[in-house]
């Protein structure tokens, strides 16, 4: 997948640019509106404030990828990385079902990172 196909957000003022996977972008869309909502939430603040953003927001998981936490009636987890030039790659969002993060979950996000690497 080319480069030109991610989703790009940017709130400006020096923030991180949020590139999405276009498949990532869809699953944020597609979170029930409570948890949409604290998502979209904690997006800003991971746009704003990049990796001084700590748990219980936020967490590392494994391989530079990080997981974005919001819970409501549910639980829905973001998978994402840093890039170099103030850019953070958004690539797997879902809705949690275990106490752990499942291995397959991790497993689509670093294969959607090697996608926009190869890209």
């Given at each position: 997948?080319?480069?030109?196909?991610?989703?790009?957000?940017?709130?400006?003022?020096?923030?991180?640019?949020?590139?999405?996977?276009?498949?990532?972008?869809?699953?944020?869309?597609?979170?029930?509106?409570?948890?949409?909502g604290k998502?979209?939430?904690?997006?800003?603040?991971?746009?704003?404030?990049?990796?001084?953003?700590?748990?219980?927001?936020?967490?590392?998981?494994?391989?530079?990828?990080?997981?974005?936490?919001?819970?409501g009636?549910?639980?829905?987890?973001?998978?994402?990385?840093?890039?170099?030039?103030?850019?953070?790659?958004?690539?797997?969002?879902?809705?949690?079902?275990?106490?752990?993060?499942?291995?397959?979950?991790?497993?689509?996000?670093?294969?959607?990172?090697?996608?926009?690497?190869?890209?």
């Open positions: 997948m080319a480069s030109g196909s991610l989703c790009c957000v940017s709130s400006g003022n020096g923030a991180s640019e949020l590139l999405y996977h276009p498949e990532a972008a869809q699953e944020v869309k597609a979170l029930p509106d409570v948890l949409r998502m979209a939430r904690l997006l800003v603040q991971l746009s704003e404030r990049g990796n001084e953003l700590r748990y219980p927001l936020s967490r590392p998981i494994k391989n530079g990828l990080f997981e974005l936490r919001a819970s009636t549910d639980i829905a987890r973001t998978l994402f990385v840093f890039q170099q030039g103030k850019k953070i790659y958004i690539l797997r969002c879902f809705i949690k079902k275990t106490e752990k993060t499942p291995p397959k979950e991790i497993v689509v996000a670093l294969q959607r990172l090697e996608e926009l690497s190869d890209g």
